[in-house]
């Protein structure tokens, strides 16, 4: 049975994000193993995001689905291709890639405000992220501001731990919005959630996430799709993820030998 119903439909293609209950709820064991043997087994890309004044700790690792087979798993057997295209509203789906994201109990650190497509080489509407906690939330889901995927312009990234632009030329974007200081302007959205439930969010969804302030870890996988639209454009340096290699030109599909097409 698929979890998606039009309400929510409407409510990912107008907000940006939706929070879809239940959806990976038969998957949690298996995501829970794969994030633990990722923690102990980082890639090249894990990174430690806390600065050294704040409290915990902030890991993230991206990537590693090709030797996580749990990772593997949920990707092609879930439904989550499928409810993919439907929120997407794309005949195909391609897959893009993972992240996992770990708060431990107590991180002060918050996740800064962003927007993943600017770190990115895809370019194009049909995009979805889903953010799948297998720890219970109460304070520190994802937080994301209403209706930002339709903005005119994408907004300037950064590095998380510096803070530092993260491409050399950083003339197209915008200043990274204040919705702490400003929000009537930027109406954000967050939520309570169960293991099992997910937010579905946009690439273009500007986003971020409280500290950790709750007394258990916060363990995260995000697993990212792409629709029919998304075509790679070339950014002024190298992405995040670099995917070192790909040897894409502007305006060509995603290569499907790295990013397979999924049964929807
Ligand atoms: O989990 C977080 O703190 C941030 C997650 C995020 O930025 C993402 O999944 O794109």
């Not at 038969?26 to 409290?55: D, H």
């Not at 990537?63 to 195909?92: D, G, H, T, Y």
């Not at 520190?140 to 995927?149: E, M, Y």
């Amino acid at each position: 049975m698929i979890r998606v119903t039009e309400s929510q439909i409407k409510e990912f293609q107008d907000n940006g994000a939706v929070l879809i209950p239940g959806l990976f709820s038969s998957w949690i064991p298996i995501i829970t193993k794969g994030i633990e043997f990722n923690l102990k087994n980082p890639s090249q890309y894990a990174a430690e995001n806390a600065k050294t004044q704040q409290q915990g700790r902030f890991f993230d690792d991206y990537c590693n689905w090709m030797r996580i087979p749990e990772f593997e798993q949920v990707i092609k057997k879930s439904q989550a291709a499928k409810v993919a295209a439907m929120l997407m509203n794309s005949k195909k789906v391609q897959f893009f890639h993972d992240h996992v994201l770990y708060k431990s109990a107590g991180s002060s650190t918050d996740t800064p405000w962003h927007q993943d497509e600017s770190y990115y080489f895809t370019h194009g509407n049909m995009s979805v992220s889903f953010w799948i906690p297998v720890d219970p939330i109460n304070k520190a889901s994802l937080r994301v501001i209403a209706g930002s995927h339709k903005w005119d312009k994408s907004v300037m990234p950064t590095k998380w731990l510096s803070g530092e632009n993260f491409y050399a030329s950083n003339e197209n974007f915008i200043p990274i919005p204040d919705p702490d200081k400003y929000p009537e302007r930027f109406p954000t959205l967050e939520w309570k959630m169960r293991p099992g439930d997910a937010i579905a969010f946009h690439f273009k969804s500007v986003h971020g996430a409280r500290g950790n302030s709750a007394k258990r870890k916060r363990r995260v996988l995000s697993l990212r799709y792409i629709g029919d639209d998304i075509r790679y454009i070339e950014r002024p340096g190298k992405t995040s993820p670099p995917f070192p290699g790909h040897g894409m030109i502007d305006g060509q599909k995603l290569r499907d030998d790295w990013f397979p097409f999924l049964d929807t």
